[in-house]
């Protein structure tokens, strides 16, 4: 089908838009925008900037993506953001561009992002993620996928979130969150594993076991992060994918983990 696009939209000259795509009144699509097929873009939302917007997606009124980043270390160039296949965003939720010259703020397949959320430039986000209203994330944050944010949670800048973790509402995220935990509070802590979130994805008991170790290890007993990832090492579960994603995760950690209650 032939995209739909309402008379009081502006699409700027130069814009791709594919088949069956939706445009709403006073929407704004700017001259370097591509639009996959099948995606709706509704009243008074903008996509601007060197975007790219995959299949499927739906953007509420006055979202905006692709502005400019906020990071005064801007210089020019053009910069800008790719996002993948049937991604909700909500109302005035806004995802800004990278700052350097060819790079891209990133947000893959299968979000929902809700009202007033904010992904800052140069972030990084996998898929499945959920990110409650008026929650944020600074510049250069990396989000692994099946995340899911409480409201108004906040992440510093350069903070890594672990796949299928849960940082609470109103946490305060300073150090990264560890794949499979929840963490809450000001600054943010880690106070138990997701269980109820890794039994809704599928794992099975034995999996969850597994991660109970690694929490135990971790963030129980006391040790000091080398002491842990020694205990996790000699561990009879250490060829497993839980202990071997744990060990990936912390080699990349430029932040450190955030700590236990």
């Known amino acids: 089908m032939a995209s739909k696009i309402h008379p009081l939209a502006v699409v700027e000259p130069g814009a791709q838009l594919g088949a069956d795509v939706e445009i709403g009144p006073f929407a ?12 709706r873009v509704q009243h008074h939302a903008t996509v601007e900037g060197n975007t790219h917007l995959g299949k499927n997606c739906d953007l509420f009124p006055y979202a905006c993506i692709g502005a400019k980043t906020q990071d005064l270390k801007y210089k020019g160039g053009n910069p800008g953001v790719r996002i993948g296949d049937r ?26 992002i809700l ?21 944020g994330a600074a510049g250069h944050v990396i989000v692994e996928d099946h995340v899911v944010f409480g409201a108004n949670a906040g992440v510093h800048q350069f903070c890594r979130i672990g796949a299928y973790s849960m940082p609470g509402g109103y946490a305060k995220i300073v150090q990264d969150i560890a794949p499979w935990m929840i963490a809450e509070g000001s600054p943010a802590v880690i106070r138990t594993i997701n269980k ?33 990832m020694e205990k996790l090492a000699s561990h009879e579960n ?18 450190g983990l955030a700590p236990g209650a």
């Open 196 to 228: 109820v979130g890794l039994e809704r994805k599928g794992f099975t008991p034995a999996q969850v076991e597994r991660v109970k170790q690694i929490y135990r290890i971790l963030f129980r007993h006391g040790f000091n992060r080398t002491q842990a």
């Open 28 to 39: 704004y699509i700017g001259a370097q925008v591509r639009i996959g097929d099948g995606t």
């Open 87 to 112: 991604n909700v965003l909500r109302e005035f939720a806004t995802i800004h561009a990278a700052t350097n010259d060819g790079d891209f703020t990133i947000l893959g397949n299968d979000n929902l």
């Open 115 to 135: 009202c007033y959320c904010h992904i800052a430039h140069d972030c990084v986000f996998g898929n499945n993620i959920i990110m409650s209203s008026y929650a």
């Open 238 to 255: 250490a060829g497993t994918d839980e202990f071997q994603r744990i060990f990936k995760f912390v080699e990349q950690s430029e932040r």
